[in-house]
């Protein structure tokens, strides 16, 4: 069945450093690393979604339109990388709708998908998704159904869904896909649960979902298929560890997906989701 592929764009740096004013200290790598990505998905003629952080698009607006261009979906990912919990509803609003009409100026389409920096809408920032769906969003992807000390809502639905917002408004919701187990959701279709896990393990979960009809949710950044990128100095190991780790093998692991199963944006699986 149609599965999703979802990237989340974002230089190497900028889920690292949380201060905007910093990130021009920095190498900027996002041009290099998109352009492979966009050259492994036209080796296996698949399309995707490309949720963009509106700083990127701001800064790089020829790189919207190369995604464009190739057939790939279009999505917000904040306009800077914030935690939305850590952020008023007006704060929010403002920097969604800043992003949003950045990236639809740039692409002259309605952008309808959103994901929330670091899955950021937990229980406490559930009201983002009622400012998602004002703001004329047709879906969301951020809700990740584990337990996480950064992010999650452990009992949420594991499956696409179609949810009703406090403002009357609708929005489907395509969680982050989680294989269950010993009466535990287990990441493994994204970031570190990727590049850690053996690739029969992630091929089995897949399958698992694709028997009960749900498509599964890919997602990865460009940066990590960077093994060259520079080596933060000032963070702590647990993250450099989870940010560095295994980068040398995400390209081969993504090539052997895009061999196995089919893949397509998520706005075009939206119309299947009952």
Not at 31 to 45: F, Q
Not at 255 to 261: I, V
Request: aromatic share 16%.
């Amino acid at each position: 069945m149609d599965n999703i592929l979802t990237f989340d764009v974002e230089d190497w740096f900028e889920g690292l450093d949380p201060e905007p004013e910093n990130w021009s200290r920095y190498e900027a790598r996002i041009e290099g690393s998109t352009e492979k990505v966009l050259k492994i998905l036209a080796r296996h003629n698949t399309r995707a979604t490309f949720f963009f952080l509106g700083y990127i698009a701001k800064r790089y607006p020829g790189l919207v339109s190369r995604v464009c261009d190739e057939g790939h979906e279009v999505g917000v990912h904040g306009y800077f990388h914030r935690f939305i919990y850590r952020q008023t509803i007006n704060e929010f609003k403002e920097e969604v709708i800043r992003a949003k009409e950045t990236l639809e100026e740039i692409t002259g389409h309605k952008v309808e998908g959103f994901r929330a920096p670091y899955f950021s809408i937990t229980k406490p920032s559930l009201w983002a998704l009622d400012v998602l769906a004002e703001l004329g969003f047709t879906y969301d992807s951020s809700i990740f159904p584990i337990y996480n000390h950064r992010y999650g809502i452990p009992k949420a639905r594991r499956d696409p869904h179609r949810l009703a917002c406090k403002n009357g408004l609708h929005l489907v919701e395509f969680p982050i896909s989680t294989y269950r187990f010993l009466g535990y959701n287990w990441p493994f279709t994204g970031g570190i649960y990727l590049r850690f896990l053996n690739y029969e393990l992630i091929a089995k979960g897949i399958r698992s979902l694709n028997r009960q009809g749900w498509p599964i949710v890919v997602y990865l950044h460009p940066w990590e298929f960077d093994p060259h990128q520079p080596i933060h100095p000032h963070i702590p190991f647990t993250l450099r560890l989870r940010h560095y780790f295994a980068l040398e093998k995400t390209e081969a692991k993504v090539d052997h997906l895009l061999k196995t199963f089919t893949f397509k944006p998520m706005a075009e699986l939206v119309g299947a989701v009952p």
